[in-house]
């Protein structure tokens, strides 16, 4: 058991190596000196840098605070107006960045989100008992993904997708699974999942709401399974308390001084603007390396007449085929079935 343990420690950090190596290589950070350069100042890359700072000075406080003495004389800064996302992560990149500087936190949150993601993805194949090796290629292909490249300093926490095979995997387990049990290590996935993704980002606990209500219910019109809608509902309610708690400066800030109605300015047309086109899993970004694929990039985002976040849903020369491959797998079986 102890050898076991071991090499599985040993399987893990041969991926966070491996995924760390092929970052810093594409990224220019093979050189130490270059960590302490921030890797761009595009988009929200100030304002991620500014809460590393304030989470390194003990202004950024996970259930606590999230004020700036720096900021907004002769009173100081308040970020309660929003639920903000990633707040444990970029409580650590705070104390990260006390211990060495703000520039080197910021380039290792960009590497964490890699790491974390290679780590999730096996743990989980892993979990499902798929196959070792099979595991390491897809977890370093998910790890690796064009999107979490594109993602960079300006949306780093965006990054943070790796709750995400966990939170598809949770919500299959209540909708299908015959055998799961209260207390059975599937039930604790899935409640330690949940609870997870309360605390992180509120964008993806939004999605993977939804997916546990179609969970639910899909599971309450088909086997009525008691266990599973047991652990459904308490999946449910762990999600919500994990939110809240991560969010009780906010929540108790708005109750107490009101809605400030310009801390989220979103508008209607934004839906279209950002919504995910489904051609863009195929259409390759205009960076590309390969000339004749970058030109497929460049023609589509000239003829494109709404461009949002384009090309940051691009799977990939490999990923795209193995894509192909299991929805005409998953079509086939329907088929067949």
Same mark, same amino acid.
């Given at each position: 058991?102890?050898?076991?343990?071991?090499?599985?420690?040993?399987?893990?950090?041969?991926?966070?190596?491996?995924?760390?190596?092929?970052?810093?290589?594409?990224?220019?950070?093979? /050189?130490?000196?270059?960590?302490?350069?921030?890797?761009?100042?595009?988009?929200?890359?100030?304002?991620?840098?500014?809460?590393?700072?304030?989470?390194?000075?003990?202004?950024?406080?996970?259930?606590?605070?999230?004020?700036?003495?720096?900021?907004?004389?002769?009173?100081?800064?308040?970020?309660?107006?929003?639920?903000?996302?990633?707040?444990?992560?970029? !409580?650590?990149?705070?104390?990260?960045?006390?211990?060495?500087?703000?520039?080197?936190?910021?380039? @290792?949150?960009?590497?964490?989100?890699?790491?974390?993601?290679?780590?999730?993805?096996?743990?989980?194949?892993? !979990?499902? /008992?798929?196959?070792?090796?099979?595991?390491? +290629?897809?977890?370093?292909?998910?790890?690796?993904?064009?999107?979490?490249?594109? &993602?960079?300093?300006?949306?780093?926490?965006? %990054?943070?997708?790796?709750?995400?095979?966990?939170?598809?995997?949770?919500?299959?387990?209540?909708?299908?699974?015959?055998?799961?049990?209260?207390?059975?290590?599937?039930?604790?996935?899935?409640?330690? =999942?949940?609870?997870?993704?309360?605390?992180?980002?509120?964008?993806?606990?939004?999605?993977?709401?939804?997916?546990?209500?179609?969970?639910?219910?899909?599971?309450?019109? =088909?086997?009525? &399974?008691?266990?599973?809608? /047991?652990?459904?509902?308490?999946?449910?309610?762990?999600? +919500?308390?994990?939110?809240?708690?991560?969010?009780?400066?906010?929540?108790?800030?708005?109750?107490?001084?009101?809605?400030?109605?310009? %801390?989220?300015?979103?508008?209607?047309?934004?839906?279209?603007?950002? %919504?995910? /086109?489904?051609?863009? !899993?195929?259409?390759?970004?205009?960076?590309?390396?390969?000339? %004749?694929?970058?030109?497929?990039?460049?023609?589509?985002?000239?003829?494109?007449?709404?461009?949002?976040?384009? @090309?940051?849903?691009?799977?990939?020369?490999?990923?795209?085929?193995?894509?192909?491959?299991?929805?005409?797998?998953?079509?086939?079986?329907?088929?067949?079935?």
């Amino acid at each position: 058991m102890r050898k076991l343990k071991i090499k599985t420690i040993l399987r893990l950090l041969a991926l966070v190596l491996v995924v760390s190596f092929c970052w810093a290589s594409v990224r220019d950070r093979l /050189k130490p000196e270059n960590w302490n350069v921030s890797f761009d100042y595009n988009g929200d890359a100030l304002q991620i840098l500014g809460w590393i700072n304030a989470a390194s000075e003990g202004d950024y406080v996970p259930f606590w605070t999230e004020t700036v003495h720096r900021l907004g004389a002769p009173y100081e800064a308040n970020w309660n107006d929003y639920p903000m996302y990633e707040k444990l992560i970029t !409580f650590g990149l705070g104390m990260v960045a006390k211990a060495s500087s703000t520039f080197v936190a910021s380039n @290792f949150g960009i590497l964490l989100g890699h790491i974390l993601s290679v780590l999730s993805f096996y743990l989980c194949c892993r !979990f499902l /008992k798929y196959n070792r090796l099979w595991s390491v +290629v897809a977890a370093i292909l998910f790890s690796l993904t064009y999107y979490h490249f594109f &993602r960079n300093l300006g949306h780093l926490l965006l %990054a943070y997708s790796y709750t995400l095979p966990w939170a598809m995997l949770s919500c299959w387990l209540v909708s299908s699974s015959k055998q799961m049990q209260w207390g059975d290590r599937l039930s604790k996935a899935c409640v330690i =999942t949940a609870v997870v993704m309360g605390l992180s980002n509120p964008y993806n606990l939004n999605i993977y709401m939804q997916l546990l209500i179609f969970s639910i219910a899909a599971q309450y019109f =088909t086997q009525r &399974r008691k266990e599973n809608l /047991k652990v459904g509902g308490i999946m449910f309610g762990a999600a +919500v308390a994990a939110f809240i708690a991560i969010n009780i400066g906010s929540l108790l800030y708005n109750w107490q001084h009101g809605k400030n109605p310009a %801390a989220l300015d979103r508008h209607y047309y934004e839906a279209e603007l950002y %919504a995910l /086109k489904p051609m863009e !899993f195929f259409i390759p970004p205009e960076t590309h390396n390969i000339d %004749a694929l970058a030109a497929i990039g460049r023609f589509y985002h000239s003829s494109a007449m709404i461009k949002g976040e384009m @090309f940051s849903a691009y799977l990939g020369i490999i990923a795209t085929p193995l894509a192909i491959a299991a929805a005409v797998g998953v079509l086939s079986a329907g088929v067949l079935s």
